[in-house]
């Protein structure tokens, strides 16, 4: 059974860097699969953040872009986030998720299969 | 803004058959995939594919697409599947982006 884990700091001051780290068990991040990262502001809707592939392809929500750096460290068998320069808008539950996207029978497939269990991350001084 | 719309709710009867919807200019090329979250919960797949459900998603969950609208439709609706649904699929741009519906939030009266 795949799992996911995220850890990392619950409180964050604002102008700071956001970082989280998302353990996988039951799987090996380097047989292949993207890995992503999705948040949720309270009472909000999801918001995809980013998705990095096993050998390390990234690919960024261009809203946060220019914040935003997603790695992976294969011996570990995890995979990272960090956000800089945060705000209380960067307020949210922090998902890691196995991102899966491939071809279907007439269209693309894509979904985030395996989720882990979310961690509330507060940007305040 | 999101590239997929949801309505934002939708309530159904006790027993009775519903269908949320989803549209984007990007499901004419990529199936959509659903989850379904509970408070406090994290998001569960229940859809992906053509209409495709994971081990232990009940079958009256199934899905369904028509030009650019995705649909999940919940036939026999029970007390249990009062939540809000997601879709989610890739950006219309052609780039590896990933996009999530609003969500709906679903009552069963």
């Known amino acids: 059974q795949v799992q996911l884990q995220e850890s990392g700091p619950g409180l964050v001051k604002p102008s700071e860097t956001l970082s989280l780290t998302c353990a996988v068990s039951?799987?090996?991040?380097?047989?292949?699969?993207?890995w992503g990262w999705i948040r949720q502001p309270p009472g909000k809707g999801l918001e995809w953040i980013g998705s990095i592939y096993h050998s390390g392809s990234t690919y960024y929500n261009p809203s946060l872009k220019s914040r935003v750096t997603i790695s992976v460290d294969t011996s570990k068998n995890q995979f990272s986030l960090k956000l800089s320069s945060v705000t209380a808008a960067d307020t949210a539950v922090y998902y890691c998720?196995?991102?899966?996207?491939?071809?279907?029978?007439?269209?693309?497939?894509?979904?985030?299969?395996?989720w882990g269990q979310g961690t509330l991350v507060t940007v305040s001084s | 803004s999101s590239e997929l719309t949801q309505d934002p709710a939708v309530s159904v009867a006790l027993g009775q058959t519903v269908r949320i919807t989803c549209q984007g200019d990007?499901?004419?090329?990529?199936?959509a995939s659903w989850y379904q979250q509970k408070p406090g919960q994290a998001p569960v797949l229940v859809i992906y594919g053509k209409n495709n459900r994971p081990s232990g998603i009940p079958d009256r969950f199934s899905g369904s697409s028509s030009g650019n609208t995705a649909s999940l439709t919940i036939t026999g609706a029970q007390a249990e599947d009062e939540a809000d649904y997601y879709c989610n699929s890739r950006d219309s741009s052609g780039n590896h982006l990933r996009v999530f519906g609003g969500g709906t939030k679903l009552t069963v009266l």
């Open positions: 039951g799987y090996s991040i380097s047989s292949g699969y993207y």
């Open positions: 990007s499901l004419r090329s990529y199936y």
């Open positions: 998720a196995r991102d899966y996207y491939g071809s279907g029978s007439y269209y693309w497939v894509v979904y985030f299969d395996y």
